[in-house]
């Protein structure tokens, strides 16, 4: 029998989502200025999709861990995608928390930490291309499929029409 839950379970719920939405709001923030430091003068929407392979990837990877179900493999790059997205949202936010901080100076094009941010940067977005390359290679519905089953059950059926006596099932 399931449990009633009183109305501070849902309040609870409420404001972790409401906390949930402050912290992505200072990340989006901080994300945007960033990429805004670092947007060539000829690119104004460098920042934009910036954010869409930090903040917009950790989102759509994170929807596709929770709510599709493939096997384990997709679950695992999925997972991963969004540890990796994770990863470049703190970096970005960090460098950029640290560069407001009084007293801190970091100079975003050459210092080792900036470096560090943009080959993070630079492996996640190759690591979204390749998980795409994945994704689309596994769901190409014109793809051949030879698994265990189909190779075992074609295998089967050839043995038993040249042996009769092996079939049971058709006489």
């Known amino acids: 029998m399931k449990k009633a839950r009183g109305s501070g379970h849902y309040f609870g719920i ?5 906390v949930a ?14 990429f805004q430091g670092i ?27 929770l709510w599709v179900r493939h096997h384990a493999f997709h679950t695992f790059v999925e997972f991963t995608m969004t540890c990796a997205s994770l990863a470049g949202i703190v970096a970005t936010a960090g460098v950029e928390l640290f560069s407001l901080m009084p007293g801190t100076t970091i ?14 940067l630079e492996a996640i977005f190759l690591a979204n291309i390749i998980s795409v390359f994945i994704a689309a290679r596994a769901t190409n519905p014109k793809r051949k499929r030879s698994t265990w089953r189909t190779r075992a059950r074609s295998r089967y059926l050839r043995s038993s029409s040249r042996n009769p006596e092996r079939n049971l099932y058709l006489g």
């Open 39 to 65: 947007t060539p003068p000829d690119k104004p929407w460098f920042p934009y999709f910036g954010l869409s392979l930090t903040e917009g990837g950790f989102l759509c990877w994170l929807g596709a861990f």
């Open 14 to 18: 409420f404001l972790l989502c409401v």
């Open 107 to 120: 100079d975003v094009h050459s210092s080792l930490f900036a470096n560090v941010v943009g080959m993070v």
């Open 21 to 34: 939405l402050a912290v992505f709001a200072v990340s989006v923030t901080l994300s945007l200025t960033f």
